[in-house]
């Protein structure tokens, strides 16, 4: 789970990567909010104390309130005085020296530290040292996000309950492939978006398909390089109502020549999504990736 980390001369940072799960069901997002209870910010607070210096985690998606993850990652820059070292000979964990202390804290052990810290619904499951740039938001290459959705006619399993949407009417799966396929591509998807100042909503959508899961539940999932606010709870509202017959298969599509949010379009609920995954380049293409990202946010 912990790589060998690399040791810092010269005054540098030491950036290590965070991979999270969390239950978003009682958390106001992911972001930092005063007098809210979010994953940056219990997240934040158990790693400042366990290494005793203020820690600032960088995410790669910031979920909305109730949202899940399985495949969330972070980084956070550690200061130079706590330096990292590879254990020798193995390699297999590392050290972390802190200030005014001879005797360092093994780094592997940082994972159960924090699992004995945190509260029950959010887990650090991997972290590891990376290069100083890995950038887990602009780096990223895509992200991966699942929707569930149970049109039984009795409903969510009780133990799925918190993260499958129960739907009150028979969904068409076919009907909503259809019009999935045909918001594939990039786009300016401001119809589905809540805008955010000087950002852009111009998003490559690389996978947006629904299958029927063996338990019955339907499943989205959905890809793209990025995501901007409530984009992807609004595409899969979009293709509820497609699926149970209030919207022809070409509606979704025809929404992509809009400037502004459709009113038309409801948001899904936030606790049938889930963040499973985010990809990034290899190492000596991280640098590059970020610069590229930036850019195109920019447009």
Do not use: K
């Given at each position: 789970?912990?790589?060998p980390?690399?040791?810092?001369?010269?005054?540098?940072?030491?950036?290590?990567?965070?991979?999270?799960?969390?239950?978003?069901?009682?958390?106001?997002?992911?972001?930092?909010?005063?007098?809210?209870?979010?994953?940056?910010?219990?997240?934040?607070?158990?790693?400042?104390?366990?290494?005793?210096?203020?820690?600032?985690?960088?995410?790669?998606?910031?979920?909305?309130?109730?949202?899940?993850?399985?495949?969330?990652?972070?980084?956070?820059?550690?200061?130079?005085?706590?330096?990292?070292?590879?254990v020798?000979?193995?390699?297999?964990?590392?050290?972390?020296?802190?200030?005014?202390?001879?005797?360092?804290?093994?780094?592997?052990?940082?994972?159960?530290?924090?699992?004995?810290?945190?509260?029950?619904?959010?887990?650090?499951?991997?972290?590891?040292?990376?290069?100083?740039?890995?950038?887990?938001?602009?780096?990223?290459?895509?992200?991966?996000?699942?929707?569930?959705?149970?049109?039984?006619p009795?409903?969510?399993q009780?133990?799925?309950?918190?993260?499958?949407?129960?739907?009150?009417?028979?969904?068409?799966?076919?009907?909503?492939?259809?019009?999935?396929?045909?918001?594939?591509?990039?786009?300016?998807?401001?119809?589905?978006?809540?805008?955010?100042?000087?950002?852009?909503?111009?998003?490559?959508?690389?996978?947006?398909?629904?299958?029927?899961?063996p338990?019955?539940?339907?499943?989205?999932?959905?890809?793209?390089?990025?995501f901007?606010?409530?984009?992807v709870?609004?595409?899969?509202g979009?293709?509820?109502?497609?699926?149970?017959?209030?919207?022809?298969?070409?509606?979704?599509?025809?929404?992509?020549?809009?400037?502004?949010?459709?009113?038309e379009?409801?948001?899904?609920?936030?606790?049938?999504?889930?963040?499973?995954?985010?990809?990034?380049?290899?190492?000596?293409?991280?640098?590059?990736?970020?610069?590229?990202?930036?850019?195109?946010?920019?447009?």
């Amino acid at each position: 789970m912990i790589e060998p980390a690399v040791p810092v001369t010269g005054g540098g940072l030491n950036r290590v990567r965070l991979d999270i799960a969390y239950d978003g069901t009682g958390f106001a997002g992911w972001a930092s909010q005063p007098g809210l209870r979010t994953v940056q910010g219990v997240l934040g607070d158990a790693l400042s104390l366990v290494l005793r210096s203020p820690v600032m985690l960088t995410v790669a998606g910031r979920t909305d309130a109730g949202v899940h993850a399985t495949g969330q990652v972070a980084h956070a820059d550690l200061p130079p005085d706590l330096a990292l070292t590879p254990v020798a000979p193995t390699g297999s964990s590392a050290l972390l020296a802190p200030p005014g202390s001879s005797a360092p804290v093994d780094l592997g052990g940082l994972v159960r530290r924090l699992a004995r810290l945190l509260p029950p619904d959010v887990r650090v499951l991997a972290i590891r040292s990376v290069p100083p740039e890995f950038d887990a938001r602009f780096g990223a290459l895509r992200r991966h996000y699942v929707y569930r959705v149970a049109d039984q006619p009795w409903g969510v399993q009780p133990l799925r309950r918190f993260d499958t949407l129960a739907w009150p009417r028979p969904l068409d799966e076919g009907a909503m492939n259809d019009a999935a396929r045909r918001l594939l591509g990039e786009h300016d998807f401001i119809a589905f978006c809540r805008r955010r100042e000087g950002a852009s909503t111009v998003r490559r959508l690389q996978e947006l398909a629904w299958r029927r899961e063996p338990d019955g539940v339907l499943s989205a999932q959905v890809s793209a390089d990025a995501f901007c606010h409530n984009m992807v709870r609004s595409l899969v509202g979009a293709l509820l109502a497609v699926g149970d017959g209030r919207r022809p298969a070409g509606w979704p599509a025809t929404l992509l020549a809009s400037d502004r949010r459709s009113s038309e379009v409801t948001v899904a609920p936030a606790h049938g999504l889930t963040l499973i995954g985010v990809d990034y380049p290899p190492d000596d293409q991280l640098a590059a990736r970020t610069a590229l990202t930036r850019a195109f946010r920019a447009r």
